[in-house]
């Protein structure tokens, strides 16, 4: 990228907001930028780019071989041809969706493009309901709710069990059972189709035809909420609403229309941030992505500090445990920190709140590094919103805020609880839930405003146009004995920040009690000290919480370092690493009541 971002007075779209007053505290903000006209469905912007740069690199990810498997704009769109003619082909029942259940690939990019080139609807289904539960009632009570298609999965070693045991429960024929397909093994799987057959056909005339018929307010995808109570609600995405976004988002970043993005990216395209954000924005302005097989987790990690080593990305997007577990890499070898930040020219967080601390670490070794700054960048929004309502497009100097609406989006503030809630409207907003016309009603005001749930302000009340704050989860927030609110979303990130770099995520206690109080999720590096020096670093953070001021609502007092790392099954974690504060507080309910025990446990740490 021949960017140098803040040499480029064009790169960024100035920070401008109109403020509308409606009474009694509320008010409404919307960018004065009119949002432009935008593509009519997903297969325009493939259409495009394999007519004008075909041969430039699309997609690429790891070979067996170690080296890296590359796909240009015109070879994607062939087999996306040839995979929207074998769907045809199988006659396949064009209101169910065709379902994924692996991880991010060449193959399942191929065949989600393939699907919506046809203006039929895919769904990528989070890879952890089969890769690391130990049974399979959520995945089957997904499928029942979606009756796919077609299913598809990387192998059958791992992928295989959920599905035939689903498959084993219905009491259809088989021949009305959907198909399945492996991209390798299939043999192993009875019935199975292999993906290499049904790239195995040339397209004809009817691929075009149904591509042709596509309108923007059908639906692309079907996105998954998280779940973490009963079975997860099935979010409707249309082509409008993912069109719109990347219009939206290139009014707020014009470089994206001048500069070619180069990824490397590891989030999974069952969630809005990888699947729809990050690729989208490649494919809709013609960049690059490279598959990261690697993801913050142990044993992970590697694989992705050795893929930035090598690819260099240009623009790099991740959530905060992402960098968190980057860092030490980073900080300890000057090879890797200078081939990572050469090239970088931004740095995207999202999903949660980033620590100032992880800021602060990221940008001094950036400055080791590079003479120009680096630009921290962030946004908001949900699987609801396609998924960016806010853009920062201008530079920030701390963490925390989430920018100001995109062109076409207002963002409603309403008084609640002592905080403004933060509501939603615009050309990106999802219509509705699947099947679910109560909870679609219940999901929106009287105005046609999505209820995200957050809270927001003002960084400025006299000044909007500095940008708004996140300020929180309205749903998480509770009360202390003492009537006082507590904000679980500004604490957690203050506590992560004062007990860095012994805390990978924390969730507040404090429930109808009067204290607050933490249980700490430890870090790698905090479980190799001993317990008594780990409590020390511990209580020390405490202190300095207690020392910055904020009273009783944000000055926890007690915390217990828990040994057990946050569990998928007990929907206590996403795969993106985002703890769910009410399903820990649920599971853990033991550790709760040791915390505030008459008799001090020795696994509470005080001060």
């Known amino acids: 990228m021949d960017l140098m971002l803040f040499e480029d007075a064009a790169a960024l779209a100035p920070p401008r907001v109109v403020r509308e007053e409606l009474g009694n505290g509320a008010f409404v903000l919307r960018s004065p930028e009119p949002l432009q006209p935008f593509g009519r469905c997903i297969g325009a912007w493939l259409e495009h780019w394999s007519a004008m740069t075909p041969d430039a690199l699309f997609l690429a990810e790891r070979d067996t071989a170690g080296g890296w498997r590359r796909m240009t704009y015109r070879q994607v769109r062939d087999a996306v041809g040839r995979l929207a003619q074998a769907q045809l082909d199988l006659n396949l029942p064009a209101d169910k969706p065709v379902v994924v259940l692996s991880d991010n690939s060449i193959d399942h990019a191929l065949l989600i493009l393939a699907t919506m080139h046809l203006g039929r609807v895919v769904c990528t289904v989070s890879s952890a309901y089969c890769r690391l539960t130990k049974d399979f009632d959520k995945i089957h009570a997904i499928l029942d709710a979606l009756d796919p298609a077609l299913i598809y999965a990387a192998e059958p070693g791992v992928y295989g069990p959920p599905a035939r045991s689903w498959l084993d429960k219905q009491t259809r024929p088989a021949p009305e059972l959907p198909p399945v397909v492996f991209s390798s093994n299939a043999g192993q799987f009875a019935g199975a189709q ?35 109570t009963g079975v997860p609600k099935v979010v409707i995405n249309t082509h409008r609403m993912l069109c719109a976004n990347q219009q939206q988002m290139a009014q707020a970043w014009p470089f994206l229309v001048r500069h070619q993005l180069r990824l490397l990216d590891w989030l999974p395209w069952s969630h809005t941030f990888g699947g729809n954000h990050n690729f989208n924005m490649v494919l809709s302005h013609g960049g690059s992505l490279y598959i990261d097989e690697g993801r913050p987790a142990p044993g992970a990690i590697e694989k992705t500090v050795a893929n930035l080593r090598e690819v260099q990305p240009n623009f790099y997007f991740n959530v905060p445990r992402g960098f968190d577990m980057l860092l030490p890499y980073l900080e300890a070898d000057e090879e890797l920190a200078r081939k990572v930040f050469t ?25 080791k590094m590079r003479d120009r700054p680096l630009w921290f960048t962030s946004s908001w929004g949900s699987t609801e919103t396609a998924p960016a309502a806010t853009s920062v497009h201008w ?40 099947h679910a016309p109560e909870i679609t009603a219940q999901a929106f005001d009287e105005d046609g405003y999505y209820r995200i749930g957050d809270a927001a302000k003002l960084l400025d009340e006299s000044r909007p146009e500095r940008g708004v704050m996140f300020d929180g989860r309205v749903a998480e927030d509770f009360k202390l004995m003492s009537g006082t609110w507590v904000s679980v979303g500004t604490l957690r990130v203050r506590a992560v920040t004062a007990l860095a770099p012994h805390a990978a995520d924390v969730v507040i206690t404090g429930h109808e009690r009067e204290e607050v109080g933490l249980l700490v999720f430890p870090t790698p590096q905090a479980k190799t000290l001993p317990p008594e020096q780990l409590a020390a670093h511990i209580r020390a953070g405490l202190q300095a919480i207690k020392a910055e001021g904020g009273g009783s609502s944000q000055t926890p007092t007690r915390a217990i370092v828990l040994d057990e790392p946050p569990s998928v099954d007990a929907g206590e974690i996403t795969d993106k690493g985002y703890i769910n504060q009410r399903a820990v507080l649920t599971r853990r ?13 020795e696994q509470v740490i005080r001060v």
């Open 395 to 434: 530079r920030i100097d701390r963490a925390g805020c989430i920018g100001l609406p995109l062109p076409g989006v207002e963002l409603k503030f309403v008084p609640n609880g002592g905080k403004l809630e933060i509501r939603v409207r615009g050309p990106n907003i999802f219509a509705g839930y699947r």
């Open 589 to 601: 309910a033991d550790q709760v009541l040791a915390l505030y025990a008459p008799v001090v446990s």
């Open 343 to 367: 090239q970088l020219e931004g740095v995207f967080y999202a999903g949660a709140a980033l620590p100032q601390s992880l800021w602060e670490r990221l940008e001094a070794v950036a400055r």
């Open 194 to 228: 292999s993906f290499a057959s049904l790239l195995d056909r040339p397209e004809t005339q009817a691929v075009m035809d149904a591509y042709y018929l596509v309108r923007p307010s059908w639906p692309a995808k079907y996105l998954l909420t998280s779940g973490s």
